[in-house]
Every structure is written in structure tokens, then in C-alpha cells.
């Protein structure tokens, strides 16, 4: 059965501290990996696909990388703004629809 | 600009009532979405749409039906046999039904039954 899997599932940083966001993913023949963000009361913003284990995409403060059993979404010296939930979704094994994770709240105080 | 729109952003709904959330997209995205998603749990599909007059269930179908008559539309009836329908609903597009194309989502709308 496919099934993802975030950790932690709520993140407290200062302004400036560095932290991992970690998904853990059972899916066979991964067909891409996506990660959003998304504030309170709105909809998910995409953020990045990843696609084979190995990868890495940068935007900003965030870099998100991939292995064949793991994602990453590396936040480096955050701001207040970086507060927001990030999901995590692989593509399912049918390759029809995106799993999501029930996400990590990240709250980053000044 | 091209986006998604959903209206209305909060429904109240009465027990026994249908209602109908609108879904609209300007991307010209073959492939259109519907989730749900109740506090602490991740988006659960119910609803996919890959092409105009075809759509397929998801993992949460029962109380729910959905049609696309138009590329552009996809709107949701939430039915009377929807046990628990108070929730934030989602829309999403994407350009192809490959799950290895991002999808793209609208703001939502708030249900909540009285």
C-alpha cells in the first residue's frame, strides 16, 4: 500500500535556525515527489517536483532533495514568513493521483 | 491572469441539503481534482477528472458527485448522504492527467453543515 509518512509533525525555529523537514514515502515506481506550502485557510502553493533519488531543487531559503525511500525540505537561516505548513506528496503506484502527508507546521519566530 | 477559482469560499449548509461547490480553471489543464482536508490530516482525493465527460472516484467518493461537461469546470455536489461533510475543500488542475505533472490549486471553500 502506498503511504507517506512527516516528520515532525509541528517545528518551533528562532529566526536564523537551520532545521530538516523530513517525508518518508512506501510507494513503488515513484514517478515524482512534490512538496507545497500552504497557509492557514488557503490553498496548497507548489514549491518543487523532484523526480529521481539524487535530485535537489533550491528556492530561496528552501532546498528540498530526494533518496529512494526519503525527502527532504532543508530550511536554512528562516524568517518569519517561512511560517506556514509543507506538504509532501509522491504520485501513487498507478501513477494517477498524489499522496499527501498530513504535513509539518513550521512556526519561525523573530 | 490564469488560476484557479472556487466559490463560494464558506457554505453553510443545513442536514439533508445538497450543495454545490464551483470549481473554474483558465490554465487549460486537461486534468482537474477534488480534495478534502479536515484539521491534522492530510488532502484525501475524491474525485479526479483526466478528460470532458470522464471522471473516476477517489479514496472518499460516497457522499459525493461531480461532473465535467466543460474543460474549464468541475463542480462538486455534496450530497445529503455525506454523514460528515463539514470540511475545507480543494480544487486542484493539472496540465495532463501523469501524475508526474504539479498540480495547482484553487483557495478553497469552507462547508460547514449546521
Known amino acids: 500500500e502506498d503511504q507517506v509518512t512527516q516528520s515532525p509533525e509541528a517545528l518551533r525555529l528562532q529566526e536564523g535556525e537551520s532545521s530538516s523537514l523530513n517525508c518518508s514515502y512506501t510507494v513503488s515506481g515513484l514517478r515524482g515527489l512534490f512538496w507545497y506550502r500552504q497557509d492557514p485557510g488557503k490553498g496548497p502553493e507548489f514549491l518543487f517536483t523532484l523526480y529521481s533519488a539524487g535530485e535537489e531543487k533550491e528556492k530561496e531559503r528552501l532546498k528540498a532533495t530526494l533518496t529512494k525511500k526519503e525527502s527532504f525540505l532543508h530550511i536554512t537561516a528562516p524568517k518569519p514568513e517561512d511560517s506556514a505548513t509543507y506538504l509532501c506528496?509522491?504520485?501513487?503506484?498507478?501513477?494517477?493521483?498524489?499522496?499527501f502527508g498530513k504535513g509539518t507546521t513550521l512556526s519561525v519566530s523573530s | 491572469d490564469g488560476g484557479i477559482t472556487q466559490s463560494p469560499k464558506y457554505l453553510f449548509r443545513k442536514e439533508g441539503q445538497n450543495v454545490t461547490l464551483s470549481c473554474e480553471q483558465n490554465l487549460n489543464h486537461d486534468a482537474m481534482y477534488w480534495y478534502r482536508q479536515d484539521p491534522g490530516q492530510g488532502l484525501r482525493l475524491i474525485y479526479y477528472s483526466q478528460i470532458v465527460n470522464d471522471f473516476q472516484k477517489g479514496d472518499i467518493a460516497e457522499g459525493y458527485s461531480v461532473s465535467r461537461e466543460k474543460k474549464e469546470s468541475f463542480p462538486l455536489t455534496v450530497t445529503s448522504a455525506q454523514k460528515n461533510p463539514t470540511a475545507f475543500y480543494l480544487c486542484a488542475s493539472t496540465l495532463t492527467g501523469a501524475s508526474y505533472n504539479e498540480q495547482f490549486f484553487g483557495p478553497g471553500t469552507r462547508l460547514t453543515v449546521l
Open positions: 506528496a509522491p504520485s501513487n503506484q498507478a501513477g494517477t493521483a498524489l499522496i
